[in-house]
């Protein structure tokens, strides 16, 4: 095969690569705005808010009150702002909602209230407090489970954009090795072998008459 050959056939190889690269690279960042789009969307709708600053000062030392100081580290940063983003979702379903559950009568684990209730005496006071323990903790871990799911896509959102990004700039940098192999094949004679230069041709045996 002559050099010239294949670089042309190596070449080609390469723009095939290209288009995949940038095909990929367009799938990749499409995904990532339709996921934030998507999160944005159905944040929106819940209305949720992080606490005031006024009100984030108010943190109490014991970690028991409505806003606490181990709270703050996380929740400061986005005092007052509505939850609209993975990051404020995951804030505040970890270091919010999960917080008040957890200083709850068992440890504000559903499955433990439930079972509690289930062994209470119907229509005892205890029964009715479990009652209605169990539609609070309910609530509270369904929207941070909600908010969970939230940040999670927002994540595979961040993943495809980091894609996105390697595969434009392998793109970028195999169509340039492409456009050095086609300006390199313009440059070589038709009858150089692929080896020649190497000294590794090996010549054809002269057939005997």
Do not use: C
Request: aromatic share 10%.
């Amino acid at each position: 095969m002559s050099r010239k050959v294949f670089d042309k056939l190596t070449s080609l190889g390469g723009v095939a690569l290209v288009v995949v690269l940038l095909v990929a690279g367009g799938l990749l960042a499409w995904g990532h705005s339709y996921t934030n789009s998507s999160v944005r969307n159905q944040l929106v709708g819940q209305q949720i808010y992080f606490p005031t600053a006024a009100v984030l000062k108010t943190a109490t030392r014991n970690n028991t009150g409505e806003i606490q100081a181990r709270m703050l580290p996380y929740l400061d940063q986005y005092a007052g702002q509505q939850v609209l983003t993975g990051a404020q979702a995951e804030a505040y379903a970890d270091h919010f909602i999960a917080y008040h559950l957890a200083v709850m009568p068992y440890g504000g684990v559903y499955s433990k209230v439930s079972g509690a209730l289930m062994a209470a005496k119907p229509g005892s006071a205890n029964a009715a407090s479990l009652a209605t323990l169990q539609d609070t903790v309910f609530k509270g871990t369904t929207l941070r489970g909600l908010l969970l799911e939230a940040y999670g896509f927002s994540k595979i959102g961040s993943i495809m954009l980091f894609g996105a990004i390697a595969s434009f700039i392998g793109a970028a940098i195999l169509a340039l090795l492409v456009a050095l192999g086609f300006s390199h094949a313009s440059r070589t004679a038709e009858e150089e072998k692929l080896f020649a230069r190497a000294g590794l041709l090996v010549e054809e045996p002269t057939p005997v008459a």
